[in-house]
Each structure stands twice: as structure tokens, then as C-alpha cells.
């Protein structure tokens, strides 16, 4: 498992691929803000499918402190979570086309030309169920 030491707020962006599948996954932090996007690799334009939100920097009470992420998939490779300090804060199915994070917020309107469910990022320990 990779992973990358940052500070909150410093910007930075960490981005992981499936060993089996034509998927990855990405986070990104722009100063302000923490993200994680879904993105799907034989899509030739708009290859984010889906983005969680995961922090505002400015909530963030230890954010001066180093903080490590990193993307972990399942063995299948078609899940993977976002580990911040070795906690899951947000996961991805691409098999059931869903993502949710402990925010549960950044509901997007469902496209028709994507067909992941992003009304509703609602946190759910069943979709980390495969990391224990």
C-alpha cells in the first residue's frame, strides 16, 4: 500500500489505479478543500464518475499536523476506500456504482450519461466491510 504524507490545506493530490480493473481513484486536497473522485479509465471524456467530500481545511482542528493518506483496493479490485491517518474516510464500489464518505455530503444530480447513484453518499460501514 502506498502512501503520502501531507499537511491539510497545503494542496496535494494522491491517485491510485485497480491492478485488475480499468478504474482508479484519486484525492485531492486544493487548499480548501478534500476530495475523492471515482474515475472510470475507458470513458474518453468525463472520467470522474463520482466525488465525495471528504473535509473543509478551515474545520479541521489539527490540520499544522502531517497526516498520511492512502488508497486501499480490494483484492478483486473493484472497491477501493480512502485511509487519512489509517481511518477509512471515504470508498468507492464500481460494481454497484456507489460511493459514500463520512461527510455525507456532496450530493451530485444523477446524469444520464453516468449511471452511479451520486444523490446520496450516505456513509455505510458495508461498503469498507472488505478491508477487515
Not at 43 to 58: E, G, K, P, Q
Not at 95 to 108: E, I, P, W
Amino acid at each position: 500500500m502506498l502512501e503520502q504524507i501531507f499537511k491539510p490545506g497545503d494542496g496535494t493530490a494522491f491517485g491510485s489505479d485497480s491492478l485488475t480493473h480499468p478504474h482508479s481513484a484519486f484525492f485531492e486536497d486544493d487548499g480548501e478543500t478534500g476530495y475523492f473522485y471515482a474515475m472510470g479509465l475507458t470513458r474518453s471524456v468525463d472520467m470522474i464518475v463520482d466525488a465525495v467530500h471528504i473535509y473543509n481545511v478551515s474545520n479541521i482542528s489539527n490540520g499544522e499536523r502531517d497526516s498520511s493518506v492512502s488508497i486501499v483496493w480490494s483484492a478483486d479490485g473493484t472497491k477501493c476506500a480512502l485511509l487519512i491517518n489509517g481511518q477509512a474516510h471515504a470508498a468507492f464500489d464500481f460494481v454497484a456504482k456507489r460511493g459514500c464518505c463520512r461527510t455525507s455530503f456532496t450530493n451530485l444530480p444523477n446524469t444520464p450519461s453516468c449511471c452511479w447513484d451520486s444523490s446520496d453518499h450516505h456513509w455505510s460501514d458495508k461498503m469498507i466491510a472488505w478491508l477487515k
